[in-house]
């Protein structure tokens, strides 16, 4: 299985238009962050989760012909904003693209992209055509891989983070419930949101992700949804053993 991070960065990427803060203007590309998504691949099956704002720069970064499916963690915008680029995939696969999603996550793409749900479609350049699979906290497999969903909070609002394996992918979150750290148990690699140093009411800060990982107790770890508060080059050091900062583009094979 190999696991792809295509945007590492939060809902604004980095840099933020019009900042010039140090994070900003770096000319390290490691502070340079689409916004968030993962493309999965096995040996025969890829699944990217969340159609990112970026997803079609992403797609076409990573060369990626086929899709197999998509999962979505939930429906704010950075995660969603890519929704009507599953066309391109309806164009050169000539299928309807499967789509996995919270209930809630499904309303509100219906409301966001109102004109992909009427039927008939309206005539022009097409919309994305989609099968849609609600999900909760079932485990559910597309082609060869399978998903148990991580029930997680992102302020007051209901996410999913999903577990594939010893893989977890926990992004967009300040609060894991007990009944998720149960699901978590045995993760050898982790990603999870930590947003920035400073307190936030929806997105774990630095230190709460650390004693999150603290918890969970995974082999190797990798910081994601990363804010341009954080300068990749002034944390990396400080981190304890087996925690990194991931990076756009970043490969992890298991």
Do not use: W
């Amino acid at each position: 299985m190999r696991f792809t991070l295509l945007g590492t960065g939060t809902s604004t990427g980095v840099p933020t238009i019009g900042c010039e803060c140090p994070t900003c203007v770096s000319d390290d590309g490691r502070d340079k962050r689409l916004r968030p998504s993962l493309l999965i691949e096995s040996g025969t099956t890829t699944v990217v989760i969340d159609t990112s704002s970026d997803f079609r720069q992403q797609m076409m970064l990573h060369g990626v012909k086929r899709l197999d499916a998509v999962v979505f963690t939930h429906h704010h915008f950075d995660h969603i904003g890519g929704f009507d680029d599953i066309r391109a995939y309806n164009f050169v696969l000539k299928k309807y693209i499967p789509i996995y999603l919270l209930q809630e996550t499904s309303d509100n793409i219906h409301r966001t992209f109102g004109y992909a749900f009427k039927r008939p479609a309206p005539p022009g350049g097409g919309v994305p055509l989609v099968t849609e699979h609600i999900i909760d906290e079932a485990p559910f497999t597309i082609g060869d891989i399978t998903f148990q969903p991580i029930p997680l909070f992102h302020g007051r609002m209901r996410v999913n983070g999903y577990r594939i394996g010893d893989f977890a992918y926990c992004t967009d979150t300040n609060h894991i419930p007990n009944e998720s750290f149960e699901l978590l148990k045995g993760v050898k690699t982790l990603v999870i949101d930590a947003l920035r140093y400073e307190e936030h009411p929806t997105h774990f800060t630095v230190a709460e992700s650390l004693s999150a990982i603290k918890r969970i107790a995974p082999e190797r770890t990798y910081l994601t949804h990363i804010a341009h508060q954080i300068k990749h080059s002034e944390l990396e050091g400080k981190l304890p053993e087996g925690v990194e900062i991931a990076v756009d583009g970043l490969v992890l094979k298991m």
